[in-house]
C-alpha cells in the first residue's frame, strides 16, 4: 500500500497517524493529488476518503484505544477535544493553508471502472418506471449530476395546525448529488466493519475528558402517579426522552437517562380519597401502571424511580438547608382558603373554579390548563372545595418562601446565556415563557403546604407543613440518580476536581409546555441560589399539546386514548410510538386524529417503509438463497442513490443533535421511499431474467438489501422492536453491532452493513393495514370522531 499525502494539507494528519501504526505502508509526499488531502492506493486503485483510509488501514473492528483515539479525532460529530499528536509535526513545517477539495474527476477516470459509465438522474418517486433495468456504457463524462427526489420538507414553516397536514402534502426537494459525493459514498461502501457500540461502566459514570465521549444526561418531566399517562403526556416528555436517549446509545455518546414518578402533593391526597386508599397504597398502585406501561410502549430509562423514598426526602432537606443559611427562605403570612365544612386549609389542588385571566371554569388552584397561568389558589373566582363542593372561607396561614427576587439576576444572566447561545438548545416556548417571568419581574414564591403527604419541612416552627410538590418535584432528578447509583453526585454535584477531568455535563429536559416555569425558574433558582456548583440545565426541550380529535383528553370522560386502553387496542406498542412522533407537537399544537392514524400507518409504514424492507430482503431470500449478492461493481445509478442516502442520514443526524425529532423520523421515510424508487428505475427482477444482466441485478438487490439495515440501525429509536426485527432477526445482525458510530465516523456515510456472503434471516412483513372498520370501532371506544 502507498499513501500519497499532501504537505500544505492539515487534513492529512488522522490519515498520517494511522499510517506510522501501520507501518508497512509507504509514505510519499506530492502536490498533484487535485485538491484531495491523500489518497491510498490499493493494487493500483485509490481510497480517497480519509475516514476510509484510517478505517482500512487500521482495520476498524479491532478496538483498542490507539483506534478511538484516531477515529475521535477525524470525526466531525464528536465535540470533545482533539487530541494532539506530536510525532506528525515533522511532517507539517511549512503549512501555510489548508486547501479545499477540489475536482477529482482525472484521478478517477484514470484508475476506477467503477465510474465508467456517464452518471444518470434518479427520482426516488415511486411512479418512476423504466423500461430495462440500467447496463454499463463505455461514454465517459466529467459533468456534476443531480438528482431529485421527493422527501417532506426538513424545516418548512406551516401555516395551519400540523393535524391538516395530511402524508401526501410534501413538497420536492433536489438533492444535488456530485461526482465527489459519488467517490465518497462508493468508498465508503466498499468498506465492512464490526465496530459496536463502546461499552460503560454501570452503574454509569460521567466520561473522562481522555476518552472522547460526551457526557449526556436526560431527564424526562415526572409523570404524576395519580393517573393514568395518555398520549399526550407520553409525546411530551417520556417517549421524547426516551427517543432521544436511544440515539445517544446508538451514537456512542456515554448517556444516562433518568425519569420516575412523581408521588407527593395534593393531587396524590386527593386521588387517595377518590379511591379510598392511603396515599402510599396509590403511589404503588399507580407507579406500578406507569411501569407497566413505559415498558409495554419500550419506553426505556437507565433507571425510572419514584420520589416518596428516603433518598429524596434527604437530598431535598439538604438542599433547603443551604438555601436557608444562604437567605434565600422568607417567612409570610398567607390568606388561605379554608373550607369550614371539611375543618381544614385547602391546598391548590382542592381548590378548583374560574381563571381570572382566561375565565376557564375548571382551573385548579396552582395553575390553569388552559392558558398555563401559574396562580395561588386565592386568586380563584368562584372557589369551591373539591372534596364537598362548598365555597370556602379565607384565614391566614404563615409559610415559607423562595425569595426569587433575590436570585433574579443569576437567574436572568443564566436565561439570557441559554436563549442567546446557539449551542444552548431551548425550543421557542421555552425561550418565551422564560422571558416572560423575567419580563412581568420576579415574586417570592410560596414553598410549603398545608398537608400531610409530603416531604417534612425541617424546621420546628413549621412542622406541621410539607414541601410543596414543585418545589421538591424537580430534585426528585438528584434523589432519582442517587438511588441508582452512589456516584451521583459526580453527575449533579461534581467537584472541582472532578469537573476539570470530566467531559462536561450536557443537561437536557424534556417537558410539555406547562412544565417550562418550573424548569427554566424555579429549579434552576434554587440551584443557584446553593451555589454549589450543580449541573444546570443546557438544552430545555418542551413540546407544544397534542389535542385528541380536537378537543383535550380526559379520563373523567373516557375522551382519548391513554396508556392503558393503548395496550388493549390490538395496535402494536411501535405503531404508536410512530404516529405519535411523526406528529409530534413541536413547534404548535397537534392533535391525534383517527383519520390521520389510519393513513399514515398505510402509506407511510405499511406501502412506503414496510415495503421496501420486505421487497429488498425478500429478493434476497428468493433469487439469493438468503445470501447477500456481491457488490463491488457500482454503475452510477447506484452511486447516486448511495449519495442521496447519505445526504438523509446527515440530515437525520442534524435533526435528532437539534433534537428535532419528528424531522428526523421523516427523513427515514425518505430513504426508503427513494429506496422504492430505486427499485423502480433498476427492476432487479428484469435484470435477473437474463445471463448477462443477472450479475447487475445482484448489485441493486444487494445494495437495497444493505439500506434496508440502514434502516433497522436509523429506526432503533423510534421503533425499538421494528428496528431489532430488521437488524437482528430479518438480516441477521447481532444487536451487538447496532451502531451508528462507523457512520458518523465516516461523515455520515453508509458502509457495507452487509457484506457479500451474508447470510440474511427470514424476511416477514413488518405492519399490517389498519381496515377502516377496526379504526371505526377503535374511535367510537376511545371517544374520538368516526373515521371517514
Same mark, same amino acid.
Given at each position: ?20 501504526i ?42 483498542d ?16 477535544p ?31 471502472s ?140 456515554n ?19 377518590t ?11 399507580y ?5 407497566e ?31 436557608w ?60 372545595c ?68 409530603g ?34 453526585r ?40 446553593a451555589?454549589?456548583g ?14 385528541? =380529535?380536537? $378537543? +383535550?383528553f380526559?379520563?373523567?370522560?373516557d375522551i &382519548? /386514548? ?5 395496550m388493549?387496542s %390490538? ?35 405499511l406501502?412506503?417503509?414496510g ?8 429478493f ?12 463491488n ?9 448511495l ?8 440530515v ?23 429506496g ?14 437474463? =445471463?448477462? $444482466? +443477472? ?6 438487490? &444487494? /445494495? ?7 434502516? %433497522? ?7 425499538p ?68
Open positions: 500500500m502507498i499513501l500519497l499525502y499532501n504537505p500544505s494539507s492539515t487534513d492529512s494528519l488522522g490519515v498520517l497517524g494511522a499510517a506510522l501501520k507501518n508497512e505502508v509507504q509514505i510519499r509526499k506530492t502536490n498533484t493529488l487535485d485538491g484531495f488531502a491523500c489518497t491510498l492506493l490499493v493494487d493500483g486503485l485509490p481510497i480517497l476518503s480519509r475516514n476510509a483510509i484510517i478505517c482500512r488501514l487500521l482495520h476498524i473492528g479491532a478496538v484505544p490507539t483506534l478511538c483515539e484516531f477515529l475521535l479525532w477525524e470525526s466531525v460529530t464528536f465535540q470533545g482533539r487530541p494532539k499528536f506530536s510525532r506528525l509535526q515533522q511532517f507539517f513545517t511549512q503549512i501555510s493553508s489548508v486547501k479545499p477539495l477540489m475536482d477529482a474527476v482525472e484521478v478517477l477516470e484514470k484508475s476506477s467503477t465510474f465508467a459509465s456517464a452518471p444518470r438522474s434518479l427520482s426516488g418517486s415511486s411512479s418512476t418506471r423504466r423500461d430495462k433495468p440500467l447496463v454499463n456504457s463505455s461514454k465517459q463524462t466529467r459533468t456534476k449530476t443531480t438528482a431529485s427526489v421527493t422527501v417532506p420538507p426538513i424545516s418548512a414553516p406551516k401555516v395551519v395546525k400540523e393535524v391538516q397536514n395530511s402524508v401526501a402534502d410534501e413538497c420536492e426537494v433536489t438533492i444535488s448529488v456530485s461526482l465527489e459525493d459519488q467517490v465518497h459514498a462508493a468508498n465508503s461502501f466498499q468498506l465492512c466493519t464490526d465496530f459496536g457500540i463502546p461499552i460503560h461502566s454501570i452503574p454509569k459514570c460521567p466520561a473522562l475528558k481522555t476518552t472522547g465521549y460526551r457526557n449526556i444526561l436526560i431527564t424526562s418531566a415526572l409523570p404524576y402517579v395519580n393517573n393514568v399517562p395518555h398520549l399526550g403526556n407520553m409525546i411530551g416528555s417520556t417517549l421524547s426522552a426516551s427517543t432521544f436517549a436511544a440515539y445517544c446509545y446508538i451514537a456512542g455518546h448517556v444516562l437517562s433518568i425519569c420516575g414518578t412523581d408521588e407527593y402533593g395534593t393531587a396524590t391526597e386527593a386521588k387517595a380519597m379511591e379510598g386508599l392511603e396515599p402510599r397504597e396509590i403511589c404503588d398502585k407507579h406500578r401502571l406507569h411501569c406501561i413505559y415498558h409495554w410502549f419500550d419506553i426505556e430509562f437507565d433507571y425510572f424511580g419514584r420520589t416518596t423514598t428516603e433518598k429524596h426526602t434527604e437530598i431535598v432537606q439538604d438542599l433547603f438547608a443551604v438555601l443559611n444562604n437567605g434565600f427562605i422568607s417567612q409570610d403570612v398567607v390568606e388561605q382558603l379554608f373550607c369550614e365544612h371539611c375543618s381544614k386549609f385547602l391546598a391548590d389542588r382542592f381548590v378548583e373554579g374560574v381563571c381570572p385571566l382566561c375565565k376557564y371554569d375548571d382551573a385548579r388552584g396552582d395553575q390553569c390548563d388552559k392558558c398555563g397561568r401559574l396562580m395561588n389558589a386565592i386568586e380563584l373566582r368562584q372557589p369551591r373539591k372534596t364537598c363542593g362548598k365555597e370556602p372561607v379565607v384565614r391566614s396561614s404563615k409559610h415559607l418562601f423562595l425569595d426569587l427576587p433575590k436570585v433574579e439576576p443569576k437567574l436572568t444572566e443564566f436565561i439570557n446565556h441559554h436563549t442567546t447561545d446557539p449551542t444552548s438548545l431551548w425550543t421557542a416556548n421555552a425561550r418565551q415563557i422564560s422571558q416572560t417571568w423575567l419580563r412581568d419581574g420576579l415574586k417570592a414564591r410560596c414553598i410549603t403546604r398545608d398537608l400531610k403527604w416531604v417534612p419541612v425541617p424546621v420546628k416552627e413549621f412542622a406541621d407543613k410539607v414541601f410543596y410538590v414543585w418545589f421538591d418535584a424537580p430534585i426528585g432528578y438528584l434523589s432519582i440518580t442517587a438511588n441508582y447509583t452512589p456516584e451521583w459526580r453527575w449533579w454535584l461534581p467537584t472541582t476536581t472532578e469537573r476539570e477531568q470530566q467531559s462536561p455535563i450536557e443537561l437536557y429536559q424534556f417537558m410539555a409546555k406547562d412544565n417550562v416555569p418550573f424548569h427554566a425558574i424555579i429549579f434552576p433558582s434554587c440551584l443557584l441560589a451555589n454549589q450543580h449541573t444546570l440545565v443546557k438544552h430545555l426541550l418542551s413540546t407544544e399539546y397534542m389535542n385528541y =380529535e380536537g $378537543t +383535550k380526559s379520563k373523567s370522560r &382519548g /386514548v391513554f396508556g392503558d386502553g393503548a388493549r %390490538g395496535i402494536p406498542s411501535n405503531v404508536w410510538r410512530f404516529y405519535l412522533l411523526y406528529r409530534r407537537p413541536e413547534t404548535q399544537d397537534s392533535a391525534f386524529s383517527w383519520d390521520d392514524f389510519v393513513l399514515v400507518n398505510n402509506s407511510e409504514l406501502n412506503n417503509l415495503n421496501f424492507v420486505n421487497r429488498a430482503l425478500a434476497v431470500a428468493r433469487f439469493y438463497n438468503s445470501v447477500v449478492p456481491d457488490t461493481t457500482l454503475e452510477p445509478s447506484d452511486t447516486e442513490f449519495a442521496q442516502v447519505n445526504h438523509l442520514i446527515g437525520y443526524v442534524n435533526n435528532l443533535e437539534a433534537c428535532r425529532l419528528r424531522e428526523a423520523l421523516r427523513q427515514i421515510l425518505a430513504i426508503s421511499r427513494l422504492n424508487g430505486y427499485f423502480q428505475v433498476n427492476q432487479p427482477w428484469v435484470a435477473y431474467k437474463k =445471463e448477462e $444482466t +443477472k450479475a447487475r441485478a445482484g448489485v441493486v438487490i &444487494g /445494495v437495497a438489501a444493505n439500506v434496508t439495515s440502514l434502516l %433497522g440501525l436509523l429506526l432503533y429509536p423510534y421503533m422492536s421494528v428496528s431489532k426485527q430488521i437488524w437482528c432477526d430479518q438480516c441477521n445482525l447481532p444487536q451487538s453491532q447496532l451502531s451508528l458510530m462507523p457512520i458518523l465516523r465516516q461523515s455520515c456515510r453508509l458502509y457495507k452493513i452487509l457484506p457479500t456472503g451474508h447470510q440474511i434471516g427470514k424476511p416477514a412483513p413488518l405492519f399490517r393495514k389498519i381496515e377502516p372498520d377496526e379504526a371505526a370501532r377503535l374511535s367510537e371506544q376511545f371517544g374520538g370522531q368516526r373515521p371517514k
